[in-house]
């Protein structure tokens, strides 16, 4: 299962997590995981230019910001774009990925 756990304080977001795989086939023709980590792989793409907090691995990918970047107007669409991407794509997808999104 992908788990995906967007961290919140106040009303702005300051990062995601997104861990495991989703087993739904076979590694390398899962295509739901596929969708997941081309989210998540274009959030960091989008945040790399602020030197953000980010940890990549196999299953696995962090996106931190401070609190100065996360309020930026642009990066908070970023976030929500990627959030409602991550929502679009897991409809009807519960036994394989799950999104939650905690206050911090």
Known sequence: MT???FYKKGSLFIG?????HTG????GKD???AQISTVAQLALVGVMELNAFHEVSDGYL???LNDNDAKKEEIQF???TCKKSFESIIIG???FAKLEVKNV
């Not at 995601?16 to 495991?20: A, C, P, R, Y």
């Not at 739904?24 to 590694?27: E, M, R, S």
């Open 3 to 5: 788990k995906i756990t």
């Open 16 to 20: 995601f997590e997104v861990s495991g």
């Open 24 to 27: 739904k086939d076979d590694y």
């Open 31 to 33: 295509l739901l995981c």
């Open 62 to 64: 962090k996106i931190k």
């Open 78 to 80: 970023l976030l929500t």
């Open 93 to 95: 997808e519960e036994k």
